[in-house]
């Protein structure tokens, strides 16, 4: 009789803790303009976007995830072991059959250039009426503008800040009922950040004029280099540098004319493995800005003061983070 009221006890205990797991559920909340309804803890999500992709694998849900897509480059080395159980459906945009295929109870995406009212892969309209949520990432949505002159990528009129991450990790943390995790992680993150920003506080070469190319259509033509209210334009912000782009235009198209006048003393470049367009390849952009008439003639250039991060690094995520680090360990290289 006494192992049967323990073990009824233990049943009960156990249906007690799964209700309060599930007590938030059905949750709703309003992600770019739009109300996202998610009934219980998803357990098949793909993730449409590298920086969606890491922050899945970072907040432990590895095992929840059945595909990936839209690819820069490789995961941090602490995320490639639980990175390498997920299938990459793509290594730039998977086609929605592709999406579909893998029977997914939720999508994350991080642009909604994938993921939006002319979605690459998908509405959310399109998945909403297959019973698939998908919640895309508030750093494309909050204080941006997508317009027809600014090649996809949109413009700000509010300058992006890992506040916007820290609402994403809370917001798929309380989605996936992971909490806990993203409280974690937050607070990490923004060690980090405070870490970085002491670093260079005690650099005595401000203020410097910076300027991010992140790639071309055509190596000769004009370059995409960040705006100032965009990921970099904050990382610019943290370190005390002073982006020489004043586009409210997150990655806007600039003839190296024009850099030239401005003539940064820091160029920061990306290296990515995609191959999309010639700039994408680290290697050639540094042998434009040697060879060419005019930017071999920029004082970053004379100097030698070029940065090179990864590619992710400059995009609004997590990873930005990473840059903050990479880039004020470098100016602090003579």
């Not at 586009?247 to 003839?255: F, G, I, N, Q, R």
Request: net charge neutral; hydrophobic share 45%; with cysteine.
């Amino acid at each position: 009789m006494i192992r049967r009221l323990i073990f009824a006890g233990a049943i009960a205990l156990t249906l007690s803790g799964a209700a309060q797991a599930a007590a938030h559920y059905p949750l709703t909340l309003n992600n770019c303009g739009r109300a996202v309804t998610v009934a219980a803890p998803p357990q098949r999500a793909v993730s449409l976007g590298q920086a969606s992709t890491e922050l899945l694998l970072a907040l432990g849900l590895g095992p929840r995830m059945v595909g990936s897509g839209v690819w820069f480059g490789a995961l941090p080395a602490e995320l490639q072991a639980s990175g390498a159980q997920v299938p990459r459906l793509a290594d730039n945009a998977p086609s929605l059959e592709k999406v579909l295929s893998t029977r997914p109870d939720m999508v994350v995406a991080q642009y909604t250039y994938h993921i939006g009212p002319t979605g690459e892969v998908a509405t959310p309209q399109q998945l909403g009426t297959l019973g698939i949520p998908a919640y895309v990432s508030p750093a494309d949505c909050d204080g941006k503008a997508v317009t027809a002159t600014s090649n996809a990528d949109g413009s700000r009129d509010q300058l992006f800040s890992m506040d916007l991450v820290y609402k994403e990790i809370k917001e798929l943390a309380s989605i996936f009922d992971v909490e806990p995790a993203g409280e974690r992680l937050t607070a990490r993150l923004r060690q980090r950040v405070a870490d970085a920003q002491a670093s260079a506080a005690r650099q005595q070469h401000r203020p410097l004029s910076v300027l991010y190319w992140f790639s071309s259509s055509r190596l000769a033509g004009d370059p995409w280099v960040a705006g100032r209210h965009s990921a970099p334009g904050y990382i610019a912000q943290v370190l005390g540098l002073r982006n020489v782009v004043d586009s409210d235009e997150e990655w806007p198209a600039v003839s190296w004319e024009t850099i030239a006048a401005r003539d940064p003393d820091v160029i920061v470049l990306t290296r990515m493995q995609r191959r999309l367009y010639p700039a994408d390849d680290v290697e050639r952009k540094l042998a434009f800005l040697r060879s060419d008439p005019v930017t071999r003639q920029l004082k970053a250039v004379r100097n030698n003061r070029l940065i090179i991060v990864d590619a992710q690094t400059l995009n609004p995520s997590m990873a930005v983070v990473d840059a903050i680090e990479q880039i004020s360990a470098g100016l602090a290289t003579p």
